[in-house]
């Protein structure tokens, strides 16, 4: 059985001409104690799927099961509960709270939990010493090096002993040297038993996942298992070599743009399934062009 | 519990990052605080003083009043001139079972001349059972007796005494009154001058027999008040009744007078005390109201500011709820901290008003926990807004927000 199970996942942003489709139909299934590193271009819904399956966010369409529970409608409060249980959150940007000290954030959720200030201040101690940090515990984000920091906010996301951790660009801004040991601390935190989904740019760092899932343009176009150690196969030749536009693509552009200009020239339409189905693919382009435009 | 001691500590921290706000804040709270309390003080030590018997007559005597003039019982400038009552109506009072005493006032007019003329003071015809019904004693000598009436005796009162002779103790000098002198027989201590009360006319009345009023003075001067003695205190009220029948049998059925009971006299002084003290506190809560407005707006402003954090703070698992007390907190802190400024300031302006004026006000701690509770619930009240949109903002567009 799956730990987490997303059928048919859509996400869409924004309302009438300016809706955009940030996941499209995503089918995933990720089972406990799986390493999963999520790759794919800027904008292609790696962040959205994460934060659906972190229950940040949910799904416009489609159905979201975590622990055989479906979850894609729980209210707010108990999506809180849920995700203070069961989900560690790793951001880019840290996201400790600067007004706080290391240990007063990494016990944060605790407190949430309700649990006592004593045993609090232990735990957090205890889960700090895990990550390294014991003798930082008095010290302010902002006096401590960017590694350092997500270190810290890595034994935040664990002091809950979650089952899932999240990660999302947990090295985008570290040097290769707190990559490193960011990528250490997770992979340690794997062989415990927790499942990890992180989110990288650096193919370099799928050596330290057992699956890797490429998406684009909101869909996953290719899932790959690999064994922890290496580099998955297909890593660089993705990271650098975006799927091509075929000549039907550039076509079915220039017909959109045909389209808006004022002598009204019908495009021709066929008929019933096949229509909806060239609408779906046009709004891709449609981004397509947009994205080109801009550049 | 600790987590909400937690609130507490971050409230007081972002109190301090952000200073000048949080005082600016505070003011509004602070002031409406310290108003309603030195306002409230005030009224209750006048209050205080008018029922603490510092008040010109002893506390079992029966007040009647003529009606046509006693428009207002506020201060001296409103003793009447034409009145209603009679010296009829003191000797049935008199008859009266249950009153000892049936006391006339009668103001009566002309110069009193004695080593100075007299300015500012009035004459007060009245019968030697005065002392009987008055709360005060002699400073000097006694006062007038039935017998001696034709001598012409009088009795000054402290002021009186001091406007009209050089000399400290006047006893046995003689003063001029419609042409006739009159021998100090004695003088009256100081009357306590209190807010609300007659008793600065007192201090400053030149009392003589009215029988020598009426002998000098035919046409008579005005009765504006009666005062009679009940010596037991239970028979107040069956006594007034008796007095108002009697009245109204000699006015040919109008009630044109009033019979006050010790109580009303009190209760009649306090009446318009109580309007404008209720009134200033009106205006002082419409400042609690605007200090409670500015806290909100300050909320807002928060909330605004630290949407990434409830960003975090929801990622990491708080509820709605966790994050709506945090807000809640602190607005809370904020205003508990200007009310207890407020207090401060309150106790303070207490203390400058004993010294500088002769006002006591008295601040009982009912007061002040009231103060502090009304800007706590002033915190909560206006702090909830702010606090519910914090914790109704989606995560992830909280998250997003930097």
């Known amino acids: 059985m799956s730990l987490i199970k997303l059928e048919d996942v859509s996400k869409l942003y924004g309302f009438g001409d300016a809706t955009t489709l940030a996941l499209d139909e995503v089918n995933l299934a990720i089972d406990k104690g799986e390493f999963v590193a999520v790759m794919g271009p800027s904008g292609c819904g790696k962040s959205t799927l994460l934060n659906i399956m972190g229950l940040l966010d949910r799904p416009t369409h489609g159905t979201y099961r975590l622990q055989n529970r479906l979850v894609d409608r729980l209210s707010q409060n108990r999506a809180a509960k849920l995700r203070r249980d069961t989900i560690g959150f790793i951001f880019q940007s840290y996201n400790l709270l600067p007004k706080l000290t290391v240990l007063e954030n990494v016990a944060l959720p605790l407190a949430y939990k309700g649990v006592g200030v004593t045993k609090r201040v232990k735990l957090a101690s205890q889960i700090l010493e895990r990550v390294g940090m014991q003798n930082r515990e008095y010290f302010f984000p902002n006096q401590l090096s960017g590694g350092q920091i997500q270190c ?30 960011v990528m250490e601390l997770l992979s340690e935190i794997h062989k415990m038993g927790n499942t990890i989904i992180f989110v990288t740019h650096n193919p370099e760092l799928t050596k330290y996942a057992t699956r890797v899932v490429y998406m684009h343009d909101g869909m996953i176009i290719e899932d790959e298992t690999t064994s922890i150690g290496e580099v998955a196969k297909t890593a660089k030749r993705r990271m650098y070599s975006l799927p091509k536009k075929t000549a039907e693509d550039d076509l079915a552009g220039v017909s959109l743009l045909m389209k808006v200009v004022p002598d009204k020239t019908e495009v021709p339409s066929s008929s019933g399934q096949a229509k909806s189905k060239q609408a779906n693919s046009t709004k891709r382009k449609r981004r397509y062009m947009k994205a080109k435009r801009q550049k | 519990m600790s987590l909400r001691s937690g609130h507490i500590h971050t409230a007081i921290a972002t109190m301090r990052t952000n200073r000048w706000r949080s005082v600016l804040t505070m003011f509004g709270i602070t002031v409406g605080v310290a108003s309603v309390i030195v306002i409230i003080g005030i009224s209750q030590g006048v209050k205080n003083e008018i029922t603490n018997q510092v008040y010109a007559f002893s506390k079992n005597v029966i007040t009647v009043t003529s009606k046509a003039a006693n428009l207002t019982n506020f201060g001296v400038s409103q003793v009447p001139t034409v009145s209603t009552l009679t010296n009829q109506d003191v000797t049935s009072i008199g008859k009266i079972k249950g009153v000892t005493a049936s006391v006339p006032m009668i103001i009566e007019s002309g110069l009193v001349t004695g080593d100075k003329t007299l300015h500012g003071g009035i004459v007060i015809a009245t019968s030697s059972e005065l002392p009987s019904v008055l709360n005060q004693s002699l400073a000097f000598g006694s006062f007038f007796t039935s017998e001696d009436i034709s001598s012409y005796p ?49 201090n400053n009345a030149v009392f003589i027999p009215s029988q020598a009023a009426k002998q000098l003075d035919p046409g008579g001067g005005s009765l504006f008040q009666i005062l009679a003695r009940v010596d037991n205190s239970k028979d107040l009220n069956k006594v007034g009744g008796e007095i108002t029948a009697a009245l109204i049998k000699n006015h040919g059925g109008q009630k044109n007078f009033s019979v006050l009971l010790p109580s009303q006299v009190a209760k009649n002084n306090t009446g318009i005390l109580n309007l404008l003290t209720e009134l200033t506190i009106g205006i002082a809560l419409i400042s609690l109201f605007v200090g409670g407005v500015g806290i909100m707006n300050v909320m807002l402003v928060s909330v605004a500011e630290r949407i990434h954090e409830i960003g975090i703070r929801k990622a990491i698992g708080a509820s709605n709820r966790q994050v709506m007390s945090q807000f809640l907190v602190e607005a809370t802190t904020v205003s508990v901290t200007g009310g207890l400024i407020g207090i401060l300031l309150a106790l303070l302006a207490d203390l400058v008003l004993k010294l500088v004026t002769n006002l006591s006000p008295s601040i009982s701690w009912e007061i002040i926990v009231i103060g502090a509770a009304i800007s706590m619930l002033i915190g909560i009240v206006f702090g909830s807004i702010p606090a519910i949109r914090a914790a109704s903002k989606e995560p992830i567009e909280a998250l997003r927000n930097e």
């Open chain 1, 152 to 181: 810290a906010a890595i034994a935040r996301a664990l002091v809950n002993d979650p089952s899932i951790i999240i990660a999302d660009e947990p090295t985008g801004n570290l040097d290769s040297a707190g990559s490193r040991l």
């Open chain 2, 154 to 202: 009088a009795v000054l009162g402290y002021n009186a005494s001091v406007g009209l002779f050089k000399e400290n103790v006047p006893l046995g000098f003689s003063f001029n009154w419609r042409g006739q002198p009159f021998i100090v027989n004695g003088v009256l201590n100081g009357f306590r001058v209190t807010p609300f009360s007659n008793n600065t006319l007192y």
